[in-house]
């Protein structure tokens, strides 16, 4: 269900400080199945650097043939002091326009009062959406917009969040994905790549198959895991971008394959990269939490030069003991979940836990290393290597 009404005071004080992440419990069973029974409202994030085809992207896909009444929100952030959004609704070819207000233009500050309540009045009036696309600001983290929906789905909410797509513009994408940012902090665009589940190099047009390659392979660098399509006016099947489930346990059929295509390039001079590890056996459900909580919440982990490493995003398929199902880690920054998948392992042998991390100083040997000291082979609290006094926060 969507978060009561805020009074005024609350909603001031609220609008000041934007929401934290929390993390999420493991789902209860009787939970699930209640909400087996209620039509869940898929989103999908849009984002990118500034111009680098977002709104051409729904607008392609408002006007393109599809059986669904879908919903876009564009955030144009930065436009003015606007403080109307608009929302387009598309339904069998027809158009129509509702405006949403937020408060202070900051959609992740406002879109959990304001944008799904609007979402929900409009659903009243107009019937419910089959789908929601929601394009972020050029310079948003969309990682703290996913987050509220992940959430929500969490509280009950009918949306879920379906997927990120990342637009890159073939012409200033390396330029913008390299930029140096004061204090060695991680760039805009580079955080956008690294969230995506999908990355659209669009305006392949404008630079050659050299240029192309070169982006390419950054991209590759910083997120091994998401699919790369190169694109023209933002155009691809449809398929390639609605009903990707890259959050909920219906991936599990498919996760095991796709992390077995998991890229990790060379080291690059990037900031931001891809490691993976695979390792034979079961975790203890406890132990997993307590690593997973060090590198995501305690940031306590560290690479060779004694910097902390920094969890982007995170996505796994682990054995659990004494569980049946195959189950499904899924985080960005602070967030994650563990969940049950509808896959069960065939025997003990196949059994493995395998992880993907995208972040920053990422050590692949450290991180194996400390998984497998605290989750596969010992269930006692020792302090391992790389795992000494906590990091500054980010
Ligand atoms: N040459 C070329 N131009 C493109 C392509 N795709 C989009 N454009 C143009 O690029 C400009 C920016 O596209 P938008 O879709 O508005 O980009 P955006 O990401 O929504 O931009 P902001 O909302 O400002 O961040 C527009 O003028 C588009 O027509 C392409 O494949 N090739
Ligand atoms: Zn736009």
Redesign the pocket.
């Known amino acids: 269900m969507l978060p009561a009404m805020k009074t005024v005071e609350a909603e001031e004080e609220y609008a000041e400080d934007c929401p934290e992440l929390v993390p999420i419990e493991t789902k209860h069973q009787e939970k699930e199945e209640n909400l087996d029974f209620i039509i869940k409202i898929p989103v999908t994030i849009v984002t ?10 729904l607008n392609y896909i408002l006007t393109e043939q599809h059986n669904r009444k879908i919903a876009v929100i564009l955030n ?1 952030f930065g436009e003015g002091n606007a403080v109307e959004k608009s929302l387009a609704v598309s339904q069998g070819g027809e158009l129509y326009e509702e405006w949403l207000e937020l408060r202070n233009g900051c959609l992740c500050c406002s879109v959990k009062d304001n944008g799904l309540k609007a979402i929900e009045n409009l659903m009243q009036k107009k019937g419910k959406f089959d789908y929601i696309l929601l ?1 972020t ?2 310079l948003a983290d969309p990682g703290a917009v996913a987050s509220m929906f992940w959430v929500d789905a969490e509280l009950g909410s009918d949306i879920y969040l379906d997927g990120i797509i990342t ?1 890159v513009d073939s012409k200033y994408g390396l330029k913008h994905l390299t930029e140096e940012k004061p204090d060695g902090l991680v760039n805009e665009a580079t955080r956008q790549v690294a969230l995506a589940d999908m990355i659209l190099i ?5 630079v050659s198959e050299e240029e192309l390659n070169k982006l390419r392979t950054t991209i590759r660098s910083i997120n091994g895991l998401g699919k790369v399509l190169e ?4 155009r691809t099947h449809l398929s390639n971008i609605l009903d990707l489930h890259a959050y909920d346990t219906l991936s599990g059929i498919s996760l095991q394959k796709k992390l077995q295509h998991v890229s990790t390039a060379p080291h690059l001079d990037q900031s931001i990269v891809t490691v993976t590890f695979d390792v034979p056996g079961s975790a203890e459900e406890e132990s997993l939490n307590v690593f997973i909580q060090n590198l995501l919440w305690e940031k306590n982990v560290k690479n060779k030069d004694g910097r902390c490493m920094e969890v982007i995003r995170l996505k796994g398929l682990v054995s659990i003991k004494d569980k049946p199902q195959q189950m499904i880690v899924q985080g960005i920054h602070e967030l994650y979940e563990l969940e049950e998948s509808r896959v069960n392992w065939k025997d003990d042998a196949e059994r493995a836990c395998q992880l993907v991390f995208i972040g920053k100083n990422l050590d692949k040997d450290i991180l194996q290393q400390l998984f497998i000291t605290a989750v596969a082979e010992t269930k006692e609290q020792t302090t391992a290597p790389g795992q000494d006094g906590a990091c500054p926060p980010h």
């Open positions: 990118g650097y500034l111009g680098a085809g977002k709104t051409t992207l144009e394009e600001t050029g637009v669009n305006k392949t047009d404008l694109t023209q006016r933002s």
